[in-house]
């Protein structure tokens, strides 16, 4: 995750919080988290976790907001694949009310039979 600090002021890119701005010698700081100015709101999280010996992590996760492109709205999304207990698990919420618009929780073995799963390796 990226953080990065700008003087409120000139838009100076600071790289260190409590230095004064080096263009304005502005104190005012923003802070953004995330990957992006755009994206600063909109994090997502990504983890595996990975057994000695075994090539596919046993678990994998993935927590964090997602664009619906149907209607332009945010979700708040959850997806574990947990191949050691053979479960997947996907929770999608309504960011602004927090309803459960789509829960899925099955057998791994069970979704990927499915035919419809697609996953992209990350990279
Ligand atoms: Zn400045």
């Known amino acids: ?8 002021d000139c838009g100076e890119l600071l790289s260190n ?3 004064a701005c080096q263009k304005c010698r502005s104190s005012k700081r923003t802070v953004c988290m995330g990957f992006s ?5 909109h994090e997502q999280l990504r983890g595996k976790a990975k057994k000695e010996g075994t090539k596919k992590p046993v678990k994998e996760f993935i927590y964090g907001d997602e664009k619906k492109i149907s209607n332009n709205t945010w979700v708040d999304k ?10 997947y698990v996907e929770i999608i919420k309504d ?13 791994l073995t069970d979704h990927f039979n499915h ?9």
């Open 78 to 87: 959850t997806r574990i694949i947990d191949r050691e207990n053979n479960q």
């Open 17 to 19: 919080e409590s230095d």
């Open 1 to 8: 995750m990226d953080r990065t600090i700008k003087c409120t």
């Open 115 to 123: 035919g419809s799963a697609k996953f992209k390796k990350q990279k």
């Open 37 to 41: 100015d755009k994206v600063s709101f």
């Open 95 to 107: 960011k602004d009310t927090g309803e459960i618009i789509h829960e899925c929780k099955e057998p």
